[in-house]
T-cell receptor, first 112, second 116 residues
Framework: NAGVTQTPKFRILKIGQSMTLQCTQDMNHNYMYWYRQDPGMGLKLIYYSVGAGITDKGEVPNGYNVSRSTTEDFPLRLELAAPSQTSVYFC???????????FGNGTRLTVT | AQSVTQPDIHITVSEGASLELRCNYSYGATPYLFWYVQSPGQGLQLLLKYFSGDTLVQGIKGFEAEFKRSQSSFNLRKPSVHWSDAAEYFCAVGRMTTDSWGKFQFGAGTQVVVTP
């Protein structure tokens, strides 16, 4: 049971570089989410998707973009990396109705 | 707006002792409540959830939580802590909208340290 898989686990970027954080799930969940986790701040929602082709902004979307071309994949794009984007990023998915979030193991990103 | 408060940033407990983690929420309707645990370098794992019904819910790893509407609380408990329970714990409240995508609000987390 793979669940939610995120790659890479770690990444160091220079300011202004771009990268894509990959997320895939094999549970056929319609709903997928990207969160960032900063110390003492809990998790903040960046973007979410309710199905293939449908995405929307969360609490902290600035500096990020997403796409959802398939049910399984929900990549997060950073176009011009900034030090403020240093964080741990979690992808999650959810089934319909009253069901909880299932999380990947996270990507630790450092921007210097 | 919904919010979640975990008053304790850090708790130290002896192995074998009981543990209680506090969670208070602010929400205008019946909340859907969750506790997650995060071990170092790992994602968040669901411990238990409350949607409706019995206000005392049982979860994995011997944890339980009690929903108290009058106190807007959903505290997590374990009678006897094991060293492997050292982790960070997050309380979350979910709002299931009509399209069921579910908006979740997380607390800031409580770090639990277990001493021998």
């Amino acid at each position: 049971n793979a669940g939610v898989t995120q790659t890479p686990k770690f990444r160091i970027l220079k300011i202004g570089q771009s990268m894509t954080l990959q997320c895939t799930q094999d549970m056929n969940h319609n709903y997928m989410y990207w969160y960032r986790q900063d110390p003492g701040m809990g998790l903040k929602l960046i973007y979410y998707s309710v199905g293939a082709g449908i995405t929307d902004k969360g609490e902290v979307p600035n500096g990020y973009n997403v796409s959802r071309s398939t049910t399984e994949d929900f990549p997060l794009r950073l176009e011009l990396a900034a030090p403020s984007q240093t964080s741990v990023y979690f992808c999650a998915s959810k089934d319909r109705g009253n069901s909880p979030l299932h999380f990947g193991n996270g990507t630790r990103l450092t921007v210097t | 707006a919904q919010s979640v408060t975990q008053p304790d940033i850090h708790i130290t407990v002896s192995e074998g002792a009981s543990l209680e983690l506090r969670c208070n929420y602010s929400y205008g309707a019946t909340p859907y409540l969750f506790w997650y645990v995060q071990s170092p370098g790992q994602g968040l794992q669901l411990l238990l959830k409350y949607f409706s019904g019995d206000t005392l819910v049982q979860g994995i790893k011997g944890f339980e939580a009690e929903f108290k509407r009058s106190q807007s609380s959903f505290n997590l408990r374990k009678p006897s802590v094991h060293w492997s329970d050292a982790a960070e714990y997050f309380c979350a409240v979910g709002r299931m909208t009509t399209d069921s995508w579910g908006k979740f609000q997380f607390g800031a987390g409580t770090q639990v340290v277990v001493t021998p």
